[in-house]
């Protein structure tokens, strides 16, 4: 089944702007889908026509087989979102805020309190349940937003920049509970400015630009489209720099270190013969780049070169090396 069926999705503004050119688009239940682009290319306005806050101009929308048009209230229920602002009231407690979130799905009180006693749990919020949302620190207050999106049991999450503004380490152990969130099924639905992040989470991914999707595919075969990768590699020994190797750019950091650039036509392990046969003993390799923000960059920004039109080749296997 699929969890979000968008088809022809228009969106003109009143002042003349069209955030949406026509898009299609499908989630599958269960995937953990990353919606991708520049500022001003649509995204908050495809989250707002999702959860009825944003009039479409044409189209459809169908989320797990329900009809916006016609069955708006069913839609609705499907959905949890997250948006980009911390949006809680301050002056409430943990517990009261998700009492009164189940209450405007029709909950009944102890339905309610049992989902906001497990919700919380989940995202380890239980303990802090009599506190005021005031005093929770940046990362527990997004993660009360995700508690009180689940709180009628949606089965698709919408997350608008769940992680924004908060520091690295919160921001893995919120990676850590979305996953979690996703293994048991929920459907989620990610836009985020952290490019690494949408390489670790989703494995599907679209990106949005100027209105319109530029590219929908899964994220390693999106990752494929990269004509080239840049690697770091450290030596164990010094090496003497300016050492070449036929049908690769190396450029030398220093004796210890260098960077080459893999074409998408080759395969790193080419690169590691080669070094082998010079007798150089590699100590680390990791990506000069994140990859997913270099492909960002070059299909977004319209004064780079455009990706060349080719299928994926299965000749370059991805490496399991660090990420820069
Ligand atoms: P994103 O979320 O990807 O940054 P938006 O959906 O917010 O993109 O915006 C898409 C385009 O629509 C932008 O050009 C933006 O200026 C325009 N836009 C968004 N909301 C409105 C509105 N209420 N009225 C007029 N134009 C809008």
């Not at 920049?161 to 990610?190: F, H, K, Q, Y």
């Not at 991914?205 to 319109?212: T, Y």
């Amino acid at each position: 089944m699929d969890a979000l069926s968008l088809k022809g999705l228009a969106k003109v503004y009143p002042n003349g702007v069209e955030a949406l050119k026509g898009i299609d688009l499908t989630v599958r239940e269960g995937e953990f889908y990353a919606l991708l682009g520049p500022n001003g290319a649509g995204k908050t306005t495809a989250i707002g026509i999702i959860t009825t806050l944003v009039n479409k101009t044409a189209g459809k929308v169908h989320v797990y087989g329900h009809d916006l048009d016609s069955d708006p209230a069913a839609v609705k229920k499907c959905i949890g979102v997250t948006p980009q602002e911390v949006n809680l009231n301050m002056f409430e407690k943990l517990l009261p805020t998700m009492m009164h979130q189940a209450g405007y799905f029709g909950l009944t009180p102890r339905q309610a309190r049992r989902n906001a006693e497990k919700c919380l749990k989940a995202v380890r919020l239980w303990d802090e349940r009599n506190m005021l949302a005031r005093t929770l620190s940046g990362g527990m207050k997004r993660r009360l937003m995700i508690a009180r999106a689940m709180v009628h049991e949606p089965k698709l999450l919408i997350l608008d920049e769940p992680t924004a503004g908060v520091d690295i380490e919160i921001r893995r152990s919120m990676w850590d509970l979305l996953r979690e969130i996703n293994e048991r099924g929920v459907t989620i639905i990610l836009t985020t400015h952290y490019l690494e992040e949408a390489e670790h989470l989703c494995r599907r991914i679209a990106i949005l630009d100027r209105g319109e999707i530029v590219v929908e595919d899964r994220m390693e075969r999106v990752l494929r489209q990269l004509p080239e990768q840049h690697f770091v590699i450290s030596l164990q020994q010094p090496a003497s720099p300016g050492q070449k190797f036929a049908g690769f750019q190396v450029h030398w950091r220093s004796r210890y270190e260098m960077e080459v650039e893999v074409p998408a036509t080759r395969s790193l392990n080419e690169f590691f013969e080669l070094l082998n046969a010079a007798g150089i003993q590699v100590l680390s390799i990791r990506h000069k780049t994140n990859r997913l923000e270099e492909l960002f960059v070059r299909l977004t920004m319209p004064d780079l070169p455009k990706l060349p039109d080719r299928e994926p080749g299965p000749t370059l296997e991805q490496p399991d090396v660090a990420k820069a």
